[in-house]
């Protein structure tokens, strides 16, 4: 079957398109994109061709989440490969990077070939697994990356299970970058945090909450910067979440190394100020921050120090959030709110919206060499249409994913996807859309 | 006025006019203590069940006498949350408790905004004996009523407190009570033991004992734990005492009629030298006690619709 997607504004960044186009999808494949005669053929190929009239509506490459948890294998009440994948296409993604921090942790070539085994069965996004850069993800010997590697992995990171050894991170950089394997550090440094469930300062006093200084994040922002200049290698910075990190990104930057960096939506949406209630679903790490903080955020996506906007799907059992606040799990369901709150930098002028998409689709596929994020013809047909004036309120309980731990359940949100395409196929389509 | 809270978990919520029919309230009560016959029937076929998470004879003791006097039917609960899998006692407990419909459920917790979440879980009323290092809003009100006796007042006074602000609930609620009073809060504490940006609470910081209480009305000194210097937040409780411990030499800043106050239990010669807390002049640590009872049966009182 053919697809042709008619009438939308096409945003490309990859190949700096933003117009009114046309695109046909042949076989799994981008086969033409334009404005050119195959728009007025539309009825020549009648039956055998699906013809979407998309007017109003926006195509852009599959948007691509480059930090996902899937809780598969371990955690199959919290999420599932499946479940996940599901979440990600009604979220608008055709693809996603999960963290290896399952149970076991995806530290071996079986754990890799698992997740991927699950993926396939599910047959709705694409799924890249992540492996542990340290076995167990305990901080000590490094994984096989090579075999890792063969086996499917995009990267390797200890997300959750911050790298606290110097020289172990050195000799990852090292040895990943010889395996074009990029490194995602969750920069936490775990002394500074020891204790804190919220960040340091006027909320967490008054509130009697340890306190997580921003300083755990820099320290370790800047350290890993550093030993990546000095090995010359790159170095990507998961869910930036303080001016101070956004600052020596932006310098790093500056001084030409590459380091990449992300941010994730509750890091330029909500801040410290709004856990005076001890809402469970507030806790996340690293913790919400302060105003500035997110206005640096806001500064730091706009300049382009922030490459890359990752949900950080972190989905949890109604048991695991509804506890004191100090026993909560850390973590937020991000995969079907992450596009519209995103959205919200674009309709607040702070993001255009090719440099939006490039955020969410160009940018991680670059940062994870990964052979998507463009929908350029021969590419393959990963495909999302965002409704950009649809309104619509967030209810956890539609939730695809088994994560309901939302703390934006209510929020009036005004942006869609209203269909993923992966490899050619609708994988997501809103229900009033009636394809 | 006719107190309408359901429940009792911090100082931060209450209005001046709710501080003040609180005090007045237990002030009538404090009568009922001195009697021979120290019991009146007014919560008679209430249920308290005191719910405590951590350990603590002194404040579970006071609200059981409280509910006692009032003729309430107490009951104490100890609870490990060492023992069980975290948290899901307190909402197991809480379900369980509701079916068993008290009136009024004291709880005492080490962690923060425990008291809140079960607020939310239960339509009965709550009363927070403390959470983790949050608030203490009975001690700060039994601390205001002591203030009150002693003084005759607490706006325009100056209350020096000085310890281990970072972990104190005593603290927290006492500045807010305090300060909603119009007293003049002043802090001291090793600067690792005072938490940032604690002066946005509209208090004066120091980390010099002296700086602080000088001409003080009110010396409020805190508990030290001891298992603290392992978290390496002060290098010795010799250095700690040589320098944060209230001794008839620095009390002589402080205005000659302060009072010198104290949660307990006390570490002597770590935070009050013994001489100061031993002597009439000064301490008023047992005036504490005794309105801490008074205090409690004030709160069961108006939160079972006294009031009304
Ligand atoms: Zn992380």
Redesign the pocket.
């Given at each position: 079957m053919k697809l042709l997607l008619t009438g939308a504004r096409v945003i490309d960044p990859a190949q700096k398109i933003d117009a009114k186009m046309d695109v046909l999808v042949e076989n799994g494949k981008i086969a033409k994109i334009g404005t050119g005669p195959f728009s007025t053929a539309k009825t020549k190929d009648a039956g055998k061709i699906k013809i979407i009239d998309l007017t109003d509506m926006i195509i852009c490459p599959g948007l691509i989440d480059m930090h996902t948890h899937l809780r598969e294998p371990g955690q199959e009440y919290k999420e599932t490969v499946a479940s996940g994948a599901k979440a990600a296409v009604a979220g608008g993604f055709s693809s996603i990077a999960c963290m290896p921090n399952t149970d076991p942790i995806n530290d071996n070539r079986s754990i890799t070939e698992f997740v991927k085994r699950k993926a396939v069965e599910a047959n709705l996004a694409n799924v890249y697994p992540i492996g542990a850069i340290s076995r167990q993800s305990a901080g000590e010997q490094l994984t096989e990356f090579w075999d890792l590697k063969e086996a499917g992995i995009v990267a390797l990171s200890d997300?959750?299970k911050p790298v606290m050894d110097a020289a172990l991170m050195r000799h990852a950089l090292e040895y990943g970058h010889s395996l074009s394997l990029p490194i995602i550090s969750?920069c936490e440094d775990t002394n500074l945090s020891a204790g804190g469930l919220m960040n340091e300062g006027y909320y967490s006093t008054i509130l009697g909450l340890g306190g997580i200084p921003v300083s755990a994040e820099e320290v370790m922002v800047s350290r890993d910067i550093l030993i990546a200049e000095f090995t010359r290698t790159g170095i990507h910075i998961?869910?930036v979440s303080t001016e101070g990190s956004v600052r020596l990104i932006r310098e790093a930057k500056k001084r030409g190394l590459k380091v990449t960096a992300e941010t994730a939506p509750h890091y330029f949406t909500l801040t410290d100020e709004s856990l005076q209630t001890y809402n469970t679903s507030l806790k996340v790490?690293p913790p919400l921050r302060s105003a500035e903080d997110i206005k640096a955020i806001k500064e730091g996506l706009a300049d382009g120090t922030l490459d890359a906007i990752a949900s950080?799907h972190a989905p949890h059992a109604r048991t695991d959030k509804e506890l004191e606040f100090e026993y909560a799990a850390n973590g937020i369901s991000g995969l079907e709110t992450s596009l519209a709150l995103s959205l919200r930098l674009v309709n607040d002028g702070v993001l255009t919206w090719p440099e939006l998409i490039a955020k969410m689709s160009t940018n991680p596929a670059q940062i994870l060499n990964l052979p998507k994020g463009t929908i350029a013809a021969g590419a393959d047909a990963d495909i999302t249409v965002i409704d950009p004036q649809l309104k619509w309120t967030v209810d956890v309980k539609t939730f695809y994913s088994k994560g309901k731990n939302s703390p934006f359940h209510g929020w009036e949100m005004k942006g869609k996807a209203i269909l993923t395409i992966v490899g050619g196929e609708i994988k997501y389509a809103l229900p009033s859309l009636n394809l | 006025m006719k107190f309408t809270r359901k429940d009792i978990l911090g100082i931060k919520d209450l209005s001046v006019d709710e501080i003040n029919l609180i005090l007045e309230t237990a002030e009538s009560f404090l009568e009922i203590s001195t009697r021979e016959i120290k019991k009146v029937p007014t919560l008679r076929g209430k249920t308290v069940i005191n719910l405590f998470f951590e350990a603590s004879t002194r404040t579970r003791t006071s609200f059981e006498i409280a509910g006692k006097r009032l003729s309430a039917d107490t009951i104490n609960i100890s609870a490990s949350t060492s023992s069980v899998v975290k948290g899901e006692t307190l909402i197991d407990t809480a379900r369980n408790l509701e079916a068993m419909n008290p009136d009024v459920i004291v709880i005492r917790h080490s962690a923060a905004g425990a008291p809140h979440l079960l607020a939310t879980l239960v339509k009965q009323s709550i009363i927070n004996a403390g959470d983790g290092a949050h608030e203490h809003p009975t001690q700060a009100l039994l601390d205001m009523m002591t203030i009150k006796e002693k003084k005759g007042r607490i706006a325009g006074l100056k209350v020096a407190i000085i310890g281990d602000i970072t972990h104190s609930r005593v603290a927290r609620s006492n500045i807010y009570g305090l300060s909603k009073m119009g007293a003049n809060v002043v802090l001291a504490g090793p600067a690792t033991m005072l938490p940032r940006d604690i002066e946005q609470m509209g208090v004066q910081v120091h980390t010099k004992l002296e700086d602080a209480i000088i001409d003080a009305d009110v010396v409020m000194m805190l508990r030290i734990q001891l298992e603290r210097q392992k978290q390496n937040i002060f290098p010795s409780l010799r250095e700690y005492s040589q320098h944060y411990c209230l001794n008839s030499r620095n009390i002589k800043l402080a205005r000659k009629d302060a009072i010198v106050m104290h949660p307990g239990p006390i570490n002597r010669g770590v935070e009050i030298s013994p001489d100061i807390a031993d002597d009439p002049a000064y301490s008023v640590i047992l005036d504490q006690v005794n309105k801490g009872v008074a205090v409690r049966m004030a709160l069961l009182y108006l939160l079972t619709g006294g009031s009304e």
């Open positions: 997300d959750g969750h998961a869910h790490n950080d | -």
